[in-house]
Every structure is written in structure tokens, then in C-alpha cells.
């Protein structure tokens, strides 16, 4: 089953609005939350992580918001830039175990000038 | 200061021949994770890796599939007698020994691979 639920499957943002993708899990042993950026023909890259025992962090334009009670997140991106056109992956981790990454289905993100 | 390498970036078999995927891990880089990710979908977790030892195969196909990482040169993926349900994109990532901080996994660019 989906360890990681991710939407939206696309999302079309203009120049300079903000990128909205949320994230949602069920595992409460998970404790990092990820996310990556994945261009075509390359593999993904971190853009940004958090634990859960801070509410949001912040990267440049890049902003992830938590939720523990609700067992989501989401990754805010402002002023976004026809440069972000991508494909998003939120993932999840536990600290105990192997270091495997549970991944989301992936949002593909157009910003359009 | 090269990431994670992989090669071939792609690779084509017909049904029932044998493909090998390398993958060379980052400079200090002792753990390695091999993912499959199949069109329009997330990455798989497939098996986890350390020097000369599998330490978590739980996503990893039982039959035709298998993983190794010797003590010296690349993981291998190897896959036997390959069917077109294995074509898919197979990325290996990298990290610093385990337990420091949760380490960020480094991916590769993945070896496109294609059954004929």
C-alpha cells in the first residue's frame, strides 16, 4: 500500500504565484520528511527536509509546513519560476530501522511565464 | 567532487537475457539504496546496501532479481532472465554511514532500462 499520499498528480501555476503540494502518511514511526525535486532525465535531488518537531521551515522560496496531529505536510513554493517547472516528491523515513525513504506518487509542476 | 554514477543510462534486453546496473557511490559514502520507479509513479524502495552486505532486501522481487556490494567496486543490480514488466528507470542513491542524522540520500541519474 501507499506509505505516502501525495497530491495534486499536476499543478499549473502562473510566473510569480505560489506552488501548493501536499503530503499525507500514517506511519507515526516516521520522524523526516523530504522532499525532491526531479527534473527530466535525472534523478531526484533534496530540496528541503523537516522533522516533526518543528511546525514549518523555510529554504529561500522553498517552505515546508507540518502537521503532526494531522499527519501531513505540504511544500509551499513562492514567486514561483518558470525554472521550478518539475516533478515534486515529498518522502518519509524512520530514525530506527534501514534508512529507506518512502516516496509519494510525484506532483509535476508547470509554472508558465 | 562526483555524485553518484550510473551507468549505463540505458540499457536495452530482449525478454529473457540478463541486465546489469552499476553504481558507484559517492566519495565516503558506505550505504547504498537501490529504487525503481516506473512511469508517472514515485520511486520503490528495492534493497539496501552496505560493503559486503544486504541489510534490507524487503522490496526486492524473491525471483530474477538480486544485489550486491563487494568491497571493492560498484553495487551491482543484476536481473535475470528480464520480462518487458521490468522496464523501468533504476536509481541507486548514496549516504554517509547510517545513524548520522538521518543522512540525505544522493541519487544517481539512473539507467533507463528497456525490455524488447
Known amino acids: 500500500q501507499q506509505q505516502v499520499k501525495q497530491s495534486p498528480q499536476s499543478l499549473i501555476v502562473q510566473k510569480g504565484g505560489i506552488s501548493i503540494i501536499n503530503c499525507a502518511y500514517e506511519?507515526?514511526?516516521?520522524?523526516?520528511f523530504p522532499w525532491y525535486q526531479q527534473f527530466p532525465g535525472k534523478g531526484p535531488a533534496l530540496l528541503i527536509a523537516?522533522?516533526?518537531?518543528?511546525s514549518e521551515k523555510k529554504e529561500g522560496r522553498f517552505t515546508i509546513s507540518f502537521n503532526k496531529s494531522a499527519k501531513q505536510f505540504s511544500l509551499h513554493i513562492m514567486d514561483s519560476q518558470p525554472g521550478d517547472s518539475a516533478t515534486y516528491f515529498c518522502?518519509?523515513?524512520?530514525?530506527?530501522?534501514?534508512?529507506?525513504?518512502?516516496f509519494g506518487t510525484g506532483t509535476r509542476l508547470t509554472v508558465i511565464p | 567532487n562526483a555524485g553518484v554514477m550510473q551507468n549505463p543510462r540505458h540499457l536495452v534486453r530482449r525478454r529473457g537475457q540478463e541486465a546489469r546496473l552499476r553504481c558507484s557511490p559517492m566519495?565516503?559514502?558506505?550505504?547504498v539504496y537501490w529504487y525503481r520507479q516506473l512511469p508517472e509513479e514515485g520511486l520503490k524502495f528495492m534493497v539496501y546496501?552496505?560493503?559486503?552486505?544486504?541489510?534490507?532486501e524487503s522490496g526486492m522481487p524473491k525471483e530474477r532479481f538480486s544485489a550486491e556490494f563487494p568491497k571493492e567496486g560498484p553495487s551491482i543490480l543484476r536481473i535475470q532472465q528480464v520480462v518487458r514488466g521490468d522496464s523501468a528507470a533504476y536509481f541507486c542513491?548514496?549516504?554517509?554511514?547510517?545513524?548520522?542524522?538521518?543522512?540525505?540520500?544522493?541519487f544517481g541519474n539512473g539507467t533507463r532500462l528497456t525490455v524488447t
Open positions: 542513491a548514496s549516504s554517509p554511514q547510517y545513524g548520522q542524522d538521518n543522512s540525505p540520500l544522493h
Open positions: 506511519n507515526t514511526a516516521f520522524d523526516y
Open positions: 523537516i522533522r516533526p518537531d518543528v
Open positions: 518522502a518519509a523515513s524512520a530514525q530506527t530501522g534501514a534508512n529507506n525513504l518512502f
Open positions: 566519495k565516503g559514502h558506505s550505504h
Open positions: 546496501l552496505q560493503k559486503e552486505n544486504i541489510i534490507d
